[in-house]
């Protein structure tokens, strides 16, 4: 090789590792610049930007669990919720991590789309070729997702706000105490719906009701504090630690709160779509639209059908869930004990060659009783109108539920036709049912005698003649359908004089009916001590409809 060509090969080299070093160099300016124009007017961490994460960061977790239980069945949607998600986290991390002024308006940003996402899903649908998919609406709880997103983007954009170069005025103050006024909202929207929380604390107890509502924020003050014990850098970083915990103690509260409800909405919340198929193959359980609620959403109804070895058409019966008119869905499985009994009900049923649904309805505050009943008897008129696609004998339908959904079972049973009840949907199908299993439902809502003193508040302001009227006890007639009636005798919520009159009244038209008044049972299927078991009473109500309905 001669020199000159070493002396290139050389020059060649050292030009190379020049640009080499040029790109470095170009490429950690340019981080450097990104970082510093990042990180450049960062602001003071602060209450209102606590707030504004802690909402924000609900939001996200709701997301999440719509992510892994209710994606939209459309792959586009489904990718976008995804994505949407993703970025929320990270915005919302990035923003308590690097409280940067430039952060803020992104985070309100997205924020923001979340809740315009939300409000197109749920009032209008999202598209998906020639389908529109939305989102069921039909619980108070439905609406914390927005309520959450509004908050967040609103105190981060004020938050943002206050680093702008205002002078003294009406914008200043708006930006100042807009914060304040979306809190004082948000604390009159919670007083309006506390009937809501005061059912749900009942019902869970004093304990369950404390950890429901208030396991989160002092499971943080618990984690917080250990660590400022065992970690002393912590400690001394965090000198302000228990002042800051004091100013987040009312939005641990409230996003608690909020956190609770919006998870179990986002894990039962169907996305429906008026183009889908109305069948289910032989063995499988699908999610149908059945009606639209009088708001306009869309109303979920899951049909489980036996095998194909089952003979068609076939006998159907449908779950109605309880819940004080106030929460509950048609999901079974729901955690408790009651849940794996009516699961395990669901698949005697089925064995038995029933077809077996599940229905979701309207629930108060955002809907009234009254709907609630609508709802039913759409349900029964679409399964009618469909019952060749879906192999239903029109002849033999029933219905079975627990407290408010035995109360909707009641009416359905008493009351076959009716202009109040009979609205929406498929009006030339019939309503009525055939068969009713009611179990703890109130029958007569103008007597409250036995229940707690707040219960009476479930009805409203109407007076005992109005309640009278929308009492299944009043509308017995001769050709009701048969009824086996389920009762706790130490039911604290409704008291057995409910079942017994209802009892004696449909014996006085003739109509058959079984009582059966369960020794030590509460509010609920499953009791310990109870006689008979809830496993008895399981089997009781499949005997009942196999010999009303036959299987």
């Not at 992510?67 to 994505?83: T, W, Y």
């Not at 009701?480 to 009892?503: K, R």
Request: charged share 15%; glycine share 8%; proline share 7%.
């Amino acid at each position: 090789m001669s020199m000159e060509t070493k002396r290139w090969g050389k020059k060649v080299a050292e030009d190379s590792e020049t640009q080499a070093n040029l790109s470095g160099h170009q490429q950690r300016t340019f981080w450097s610049a990104f970082w510093s124009a990042l990180t450049a007017q960062r602001i003071k961490r602060g209450a209102l930007l606590y707030w504004a994460t802690l909402f924000s960061l609900i939001a996200t977790v709701m997301h999440g669990v719509a992510v892994l239980h209710q994606l939209p069945p459309s792959v586009l949607l489904a990718v976008l919720l995804i994505a949407f998600t993703v970025i929320q986290a990270i915005a919302t991390v990035a923003v308590v991590l690097l409280p940067a002024r430039r952060l803020l308006p992104a985070a309100g940003i997205i924020s923001a789309a979340g809740l315009l996402a939300w409000l197109v899903a749920h009032l209008f649908g999202l598209p998906d070729g020639f389908s529109l998919w939305q989102p069921e609406t039909a619980t108070l709880p439905d609406l914390y997702l927005p309520v959450a997103e509004g908050i967040s983007a609103v105190f981060f954009f004020c938050l943002w706000g206050r680093t702008w170069p205002l002078e003294r005025g009406v914008r200043r103050v708006i930006v100042k105490f807009l914060p304040l006024l979306v809190a004082l909202g948000l604390l009159a929207w919670v007083a309006l719906h506390s009937l809501s929380l005061v059912v749900i604390a009942l019902d869970a107890g004093p304990v369950g009701s404390l950890e429901n509502f208030f396991l989160l924020p002092v499971g943080i003050l618990v984690v917080l504090l250990l660590l400022r014990l065992l970690v002393k850098p912590l400690r001394a970083r965090t000198q302000g630690a228990g002042r800051t915990f004091l100013i987040l103690l009312p939005a641990l509260f409230v996003t608690s709160l909020l956190l609770g409800g919006g998870i179990v909405s986002a894990s039962d919340t169907p996305w429906l779509s008026p183009s889908t198929p109305i069948s289910v193959p032989a063995g499988q359980t699908a999610t149908l639209t059945y009606c639209d609620s009088s708001n306009g959403s869309p109303l979920a109804i899951d049909i489980s059908e036996p095998s194909a070895q089952a003979a068609r058409p076939a006998p159907m019966v449908i779950y109605i869930h309880g819940g004080e008119t106030l929460q509950g869905s048609r999901v079974v499985l729901d955690g408790s004990e009651d849940g794996v009994y009516f699961d395990q009900l669901r698949l005697d049923l089925l064995q038995r060659g029933f077809i077996v649904g599940a229905i979701d309805y309207g629930l108060v505050p955002l809907y009234n009783q009254r709907s609630e009943v609508q709802s039913a008897k759409c349900a029964i008129r679409f399964l009618r109108a469909h019952a060749s696609a879906l192999g239903i004998d029109p002849q033999r339908i029933g219905v079975y539920g627990p407290s408010q959904g035995g109360y909707i079972g009641d009416m359905l049973g008493t009351l076959p036709t009716d202009a109040r009840y009979d609205t929406g949907q498929y009006l030339d199908q019939p309503s009525s049912v055939q068969a009713v299993v009611d179990m703890w439902g109130p029958t007569d809502l103008s007597n409250w005698s036995g229940s707690p003193g707040w219960a009476p508040l479930l009805t409203g302001n109407a007076t005992a003649a109005q309640l009278r009227s929308v009492s299944p006890l009043y509308h017995v007639a001769h050709g009701d359908p048969p009824f086996l009636i389920i009762h706790g005798t130490d039911d604290w919520f409704i008291a057995p004089h409910h079942s017994q009159d209802f009892a004696k009244r449909l014996q006085a038209a003739g109509i058959p009916v079984t009582l059966v008044m369960v020794q030590h049972g509460t509010h609920g299927l499953y009791q310990p001590t109870e006689q008979p078991s809830a496993g008895t009473l399981v089997q009781m109500i499949v005997d009942f409809f196999s010999r009303t309905l036959g299987a």
